[in-house]
């Protein structure tokens, strides 16, 4: 569905930050030494431009790990605004919020395989893929491109998780044993 068919004109961007310190923003996992400011604003300042190259505002949120959510507004002319949360026009969701990602289009199988194997990045990039072709066919306000935007950050946060570098030790350990064993 092209932008201008869409319900809603406005463009919304979402960063998540991760607690490792890292953020995760347009599909992407951003690290570094430098403090989370500097790599939000790495995210920002493309962003304001976009918004003065575009002449309209980009809606952007901020979702801390403790489930705090920043609403900001990039105006047109570059600068950063907070933007009140909005409030709920309808109380009653939509039915297609209970629909599932279509599996006939078999677009979750690589990421699916990914999560099973531990591969959290390739999840994250197998999903950030199935999501564009979601987008692409249903459109961005559909539900199908928020469940994908969301399991990208799910990977996203497993990818820098102490757990997943647990699992993979015990992965190395297994290996360097079977490897042992053979004659």
């Known amino acids: ?33 430098e403090p989370r400011e500097v790599l939000i604003e790495g995210v920002c300042g493309p962003l304001c431009t976009a918004a003065g190259r575009q002449a309209r505002p980009i809606r952007l949120s901020i979702g801390h790990a403790d489930g705090h959510v920043e609403h900001h507004q990039l105006a047109a002319d570059g600068t950063i605004h907070p933007r009140p949360e909005p409030a709920a026009i309808n109380t009653t969701p939509d039915p297609v919020w209970y629909q599932g990602i279509p599996q006939d289009t078999r677009l979750l199988e690589t990421a699916r395989a990914a999560d099973r194997a531990g591969q959290w990045a390739a999840a994250q990039q197998a999903t950030h893929r199935a999501t564009q072709h979601l987008v692409a066919q249903h459109g961005r306000d559909h539900p199908y491109a928020a469940m994908g935007i969301e399991l990208q950050g799910y990977f996203a946060l497993m990818a820098g998780s102490p757990l997943r570098q647990r699992v993979e030790g015990l992965m190395v350990q297994g290996s360097r044993i079977a490897s042992q064993a053979l004659p």
Request: zero cysteines; aromatic letters at 0%.
């Open 1 to 33: 569905m092209p932008l201008e068919s869409s319900p809603t004109v406005d463009i919304h961007e979402t960063i998540l930050i991760l607690p490792s310190g890292g953020i995760h923003a347009q599909g992407l996992l951003r690290t570094g030494p």
